[in-house]
């Protein structure tokens, strides 16, 4: 996992898999993002090159957007693939991340 800024706050860029052994390293990264004072009005989750998320790393998306309401910023997700949608979907939370219209970026090699 990479980290970096756009306009309206901080950015993380994932890779691989989030599932129960690497959900506690995005659950660190998200909670440094959220913690940021001034409250940033958006984190970004660019999820381009996740190509597998299972119910742990669902929870700990939901556990971070509970998070970012309550001081008032907004978890935006970019670039949810295939299966990351699904999950979403399935489990009645896609309508609860609001998708980024970022461009896609080139995708980092495997």
């Known amino acids: ?24 390293r995005l659950d660190r990264h998200l909670r440094r993002a959220l913690a940021i004072r001034p409250a940033p009005a958006v984190v970004l989750l660019d999820l381009q090159d ?18 970012a309401d309550r001081h008032g910023i907004l978890l ?3 670039h949810p693939g295939s299966q990351v949608t ?3 979907e399935i489990t009645g939370t896609a309508a609860l991340f609001p998708l980024s219209p970022l461009p896609p970026r080139p995708p980092v090699p495997r």
């Open 1 to 24: 996992m990479t980290t970096g800024e756009n306009w309206a706050g901080p950015v993380l860029l994932c890779t691989g898999e989030i599932d129960i052994h690497t959900a506690p």
């Open 50 to 67: 996740v190509f597998f998320m299972d119910s742990t790393g669902l929870n700990s998306l939901l556990t971070a957007r509970l998070e």
């Open 86 to 88: 699904r999950l979403l």
């Open 76 to 78: 935006a997700l970019a």
